[in-house]
């Protein structure tokens, strides 16, 4: 599979646009830069920010303990695991917030996330009719 991520080696000194983080949010405002020309007619330099690893598909943990070696915890400000950890968990008095660090930010732990819904509310609502379709294997019960 082809990689998407350079080595920091490769930055430059200057680009048009900076895009910091890659999640939703950047991936999304980074598609819409791309191939936009300045006023002098050459292209907009751009350049993407991300803390964290590309993990390809097939990279992703398997394990619990796998899953476990990926953490990072921030909690009563200290931190525990890597700071490029995939799964990010920062606990506080008042919130808690799980996200994603790596190339497509916390879309990278929502992937095929899907809660199966009761068998009445799938033959109920054509609003979920699709749903129909998925296999039993890939929902979460």
Known sequence: MH?????????????DVVVVGSGYGGAVTA??????????????????LERGE?????????TSFEGLRRLQ???RGRRWGAATALYDVRVDDDIA????????????INANVL??????VRRASPFVASTR????SICMT
Do not use: K, M
């Open 97 to 108: 917030v799980v996200q994603g660090s790596g190339l497509g930010g916390t879309s990278l």
């Open 73 to 75: 915890l921030h909690w």
């Open 133 to 136: 379709q998925i296999p039993p």
């Open 31 to 48: 598609a819409a830069l791309a191939g936009a020309t300045r006023e002098d007619g050459n292209a907009v330099s751009l350049c993407v």
């Open 3 to 15: 990689r998407l991520a350079l080595p920091l080696s490769r930055l430059r000194a200057r680009y």
């Open 115 to 120: 809660l199966e819904p009761s068998p009445g």
């Open 54 to 62: 590309e993990i390809l598909s097939g990279d992703f943990p398997q």
